[in-house]
């Protein structure tokens, strides 16, 4: 696509339930990026994915967090028993680079999360 | 660890005023440093991109500079507009393929 695309772009759940965002980004971006944006806050950095590397998952906040991405292409971002400090935008990004980090990075408009 | 400051937090201006925004980090040590914009509920658009071994980029009314020695970044906008209104958002990336955004300025342009 043209962009990157992220749904739903809203959601909103009770806690406790499990939710799903998913990203697709641009077509042969092989590095991609979730970051969350809590209200007022900045971009706190989630998990990023490099081609057929492992991905850095250091940025997880707990294990009720993970993310896959199939096909080296589109990523969901799974959230278990969700908690009212899920809450949050969360953005998904990606980058054209093959070796390095100096590629442009490009976001989507974000899927917001409200946990009640 | 790399930090990333963004000074002011909020900035107020008339339009029709030329303005800086700071962008300052602690480990020089990086491939590059982006600059974006964020209008509210929206996502980060890109506005410009300046490699480690560049000193500047522009685009249009927008200059950015980069002094890696120092730690430091400026966004610089000439004339402002009401529709420059926004929050501005500095990124370094940096080895590892992290991207470490600062927290960003909210910039009000007065009509």
């Known amino acids: 696509g043209a962009g990157v695309s992220q749904s739903p772009s809203n959601k909103v759940t009770e806690k406790g339930k499990d939710v799903e965002l998913r990203c697709d980004p641009i077509?042969?971006?092989?590095?991609l990026y979730w970051y969350r944006q809590s209200l007022g806050q900045g971009l706190e950095f989630l998990i990023y994915?490099?081609?057929?590397?492992?991905?850095?998952k250091s940025g997880l906040p707990s294990d009720r967090f993970s993310a896959e991405r199939t096909g080296g292409s589109v990523s969901t971002l799974t959230i278990q028993r969700t908690q009212q400090e899920d809450s949050a935008v969360y953005l998904c990004?990606?980058?054209?680079?093959?070796?390095?980090?100096?590629?442009?990075?490009?976001f989507g408009e974000g899927s917001r999360l409200t946990v009640l | 660890k790399q930090e990333v400051t963004q000074i002011p937090a909020a900035l107020s201006v008339p339009e029709g005023e030329n303005l800086v925004l700071n962008c300052s980090f602690t480990?020089?040590?990086?491939?590059?440093l982006q600059w974006f914009r964020q209008d509210p509920g929206k996502g980060l658009t890109s506005l410009l991109l300046?490699?480690?071994?560049?000193r500047e980029q522009t685009s249009g009314r927008l200059n950015a500079s980069l002094d890696k020695s120092s730690g430091r970044s400026t966004l610089y906008i000439a004339a402002s507009q009401p529709g420059d209104s926004a929050t501005y958002l500095c990124?370094?990336?940096?080895?590892?393929?992290?991207?470490?955004f600062g927290a960003g300025t909210r910039l009000f342009v007065k009509a």
């Open positions: 990004a990606s980058r054209p680079d093959l070796t390095l980090n100096t590629g442009e990075l490009f």
């Open positions: 077509s042969g971006h092989t590095a």
């Open positions: 994915f490099q081609g057929n590397s492992a991905p850095d």
């Open positions: 480990d020089s040590a990086i491939y590059n």
């Open positions: 300046i490699q480690s071994s560049q």
């Open positions: 990124a370094v990336g940096r080895g590892g393929f992290k991207t470490i």
